[in-house]
Nanobody, 120 residues
Framework: QVQLVESGGGLVQAGGSLRLSCAAS????????MAWFRQAPGKEREFVAV???????NYADSVKDRFSISRDNAKNTVYLQMNSLKPEDTAVYYC??????????????WGQGTQVTVSS
């Protein structure tokens, strides 16, 4: 079965960096659009970044110029490099796989999430 496993979350001070990874199994990553979403306590899940099969990227305005999404199809892994982190970036971060390039959370497969906490 398909599994997406996120890792790399943790506690970091404001201004710091983290790199999240999403390792996929049970699917061929090169066939899928991959995205990152996040969900803070009491809030809805929101779009962060998406990367197409040909590595076209799109970002939420709130993370543009600070976050970078990339993919390594040979390793079946997607990454989210997060720089200049802010307390408002605190959330559980989820990776998702789907067939369409979109910013809404209706993707086919989801990981279990990894917690990112940014202290001020």
């Amino acid at each position: 079965q398909v599994q997406l496993v996120e890792s790399g979350g943790g506690l970091v001070q404001a201004g710091g960096s983290l790199r999240l990874s999403c390792a996929a199994s049970g699917l061929t990553l090169s066939n899928y659009i991959m995205a990152w979403f996040r969900q803070a306590p009491g809030k809805e899940r929101e779009f962060v970044a998406v990367i197409s099969r040909s590595s076209v990227r799109n970002y939420a305005d709130s993370v543009k110029d600070r976050f970078s999404i990339s993919r390594d199809n040979a390793k079946n892994t997607v990454y989210l490099q997060m720089n200049s982190l802010k307390p408002e970036d605190t959330a559980v971060y989820y990776c998702a796989a789907g067939r369409y390039f979109k910013m809404t959370p209706d993707y086919n497969y989801w990981g279990q999430g990894t917690q990112v906490t940014v202290s001020s």
